[in-house]
């Protein structure tokens, strides 16, 4: 009976001539030596640019402002950022608030949110006054966008320390409309504030023009009087906070006056509030692009209509861009203000290869900073980088996955040269592109990848011929994880572009 290591030895050997016989019988020129695909391998497209006239179109027709209602609760938490629109189509999504019932006394609600930073009277600066308090005098409260909350303040005097104190204990409140709203029955005998001072807060500054509340609604049984506004004042934070770049994003311009249109354009959605954190999570919750894959890239700005905030655009790209993309001002009556750009983070680094660049034209490494790859025992370049436009995706950088040369059909392995910069405990999402279609549909039948996250196998691809498919796996970090992709038997190659990390 032969013994284990040679017969090991023995098979290793067989695997190598066959590979090489395969090869040399079907007259391959394997990779190594430059050689052409079985077929021409399409470059992904682009894909289009924004689609403005569809943000316009839709900023034109929807209506997202709103005003405290006659029955509403005060102090209530503010609501969260919810998408209004999507692609056009509205989502039918409104923010559900508690109103009193007759009888039910009013009660206070839950608090306004944690202070995001200690704020004086000083920190804000008044946009507008109201008219009066005389018996004919009359005004109106404002109906705008991306209103949070309210209270009642005490009403022995107009009490504007208290209701901007109460803007700055609300998450995002920027702006604050101070107003007595009279022949409300609810706030005269069922408030526990007896007091009919209302504080409307708001994540959107707001002018006088926006100041179209009347009132006119009827609150005590007729024939009483209608409700009516007087004295509506309007404060604003003198100098508006940075939002915080959402988890898993970096920052890449603004605020600009103008919105980004740029190619890989996915769709866009219309945002309840100007939310970063939620503009984030539509990218990563948005599906995958046919062609570009996962959303890479966001873009988020408010759309002033003759002058009054409208709405607040979240579009979102499956290629990465800069500053230097984003031209679009607006159109006709439409004007971009506090746009800003952010990237999603790879957290595979290099996942395209590019950062080979020992050539001009043409040249393979088993490694380099980036990527490492690696044979079995008896094996010859069965994991190797190329930097060789026609077998890249996109760029100029590929791995691929068995003998370059072709003298063996054994499995290599390609990962990353670092372990990922991963946090414990969170889900991320591995993407990356596969071809193997360089020997032609009956040599690359065998074709096949594992995927393994920290050694083990997370997905297994027996893709056949195939030309630059998409495929992705959801993994839990356990922090500083490992990736790998193991595969390729000459001349069933497998090449990899693309690769990415992004955290879910």
């Known amino acids: 009976m032969l013994a284990f290591s040679r017969l090991c030895t023995l098979v290793t050997f067989a ?42 179109e839709a ?9 405290p209602g006659v029955d509403e609760l005060p102090n209530q938490p503010p609501p ?34 944690p202070r995001n930073r200690p704020r004086a009277v000083e920190d804000y600066v008044q946009i507008f006054a109201g008219t009066g308090t005389g018996p004919t005098d009359r ?25 901007l104190d109460f803007c700055s204990s609300v998450s995002r409140c920027v702006f604050a409309n101070l107003y007595y709203e009279f022949n409300n029955y609810g706030l005269d005998f069922e408030a526990s504030e007896q007091s009919n ?19 006119n609604q009827q609150s005590y049984p007729p024939p009483a009087p209608l409700i009516h506004i007087q004295q509506s004042g309007g404060w604003a934070l003198r100098d508006l906070v940075e939002p915080n770049v959402p988890e898993g994003y970096e920052y890449v311009f603004g605020p600009i006056d103008f919105a980004n249109n740029a190619a890989g354009y996915m769709g866009f959605a219309f945002l309840s509030t100007y939310d970063v954190d939620a503009c984030a999570h539509e990218c990563n919750q948005r599906g995958a692009d046919a062609v570009g894959g ?12 003759d002058g009054n905030p409208t709405t607040y655009t ?71 980088i190329f930097h060789f436009q026609p077998y890249a995706r996109t760029g100029t950088g590929a791995a691929l996955l068995g003998s370059a040369t072709g003298v063996d059909n054994l499995q290599g392995t390609m990962s990353p040269a670092a372990a990922l910069n ?12 596969q071809s193997s279609a360089f020997s032609g549909p009956t040599l690359e039948a065998g074709s096949r990848i594992d995927v393994l996250w920290n050694g083990n196998l997370v997905l297994e691809l027996r893709p056949g011929f195939t030309q630059w498919e998409r495929h992705s796996v959801d993994v839990t970090a356990v922090g500083g994880d490992t990736l790998a992709f193991y595969g390729g038997a000459a001349p069933a190659w497998s090449f990899i572009d693309d690769v990415s990390a992004y955290l879910l």
């Open 294 to 305: 996962s959303c890479k890239f966001f873009n988020i700005w408010r759309a002033v209509v």
């Open 197 to 215: 001072l209302k504080c409307a807060v708001y994540a959107d500054v707001h002018t006088a023009a926006e100041k179209t509340n009347f009132g």
């Open 15 to 56: 695997a190598l001539v066959s590979g090489a016989v395969v090869v040399r019988q079907n007259e391959i020129v394997p990779p190594a030596s430059q050689g052409a695909p079985a077929v021409e391998v399409s470059v992904p497209e682009e894909g289009r640019t924004t689609d403005s006239g569809a943000i316009v």
């Open 139 to 163: 005004d109106a409260s404002i109906h705008g966008t991306a209103y949070l909350t309210y209270t009642l303040v005490n009403n022995a005097t107009y009490n504007v320390e208290a209701c």
């Open 314 to 384: 979240c579009s979102m790209y499956f290629q990465t861009t800069d500053e230097s993309t984003a031209t679009n001002g607006g159109q006709g009556s439409l004007e971009v203000t506090y746009s800003r750009g952010y990237r999603r983070i790879n957290y595979v680094i290099d996942g395209g290869f590019e950062g080979y660049q020992d050539c001009s034209d043409f040249c393979f490494t088993t490694s380099y900073a980036n990527w490492v790859g690696t044979s079995p025992p008896g094996g010859t370049l069965d994991a190797t």
């Open 422 to 433: 991963t946090v414990a405990g969170r889900q991320y999402k591995i993407e990356f592109y």
């Open 59 to 67: 900023a034109q027709s929807v209506d997202q402002k709103e005003t």
């Open 80 to 113: 969260e950022t919810l998408p209004t629109v999507v692609d056009g189509r509205r989502t039918g999504r409104r923010t559900t608030r508690r109103t009193r019932t007759r009888g039910s006394g009013g009660g206070r609600g839950g608090s306004g949110g």
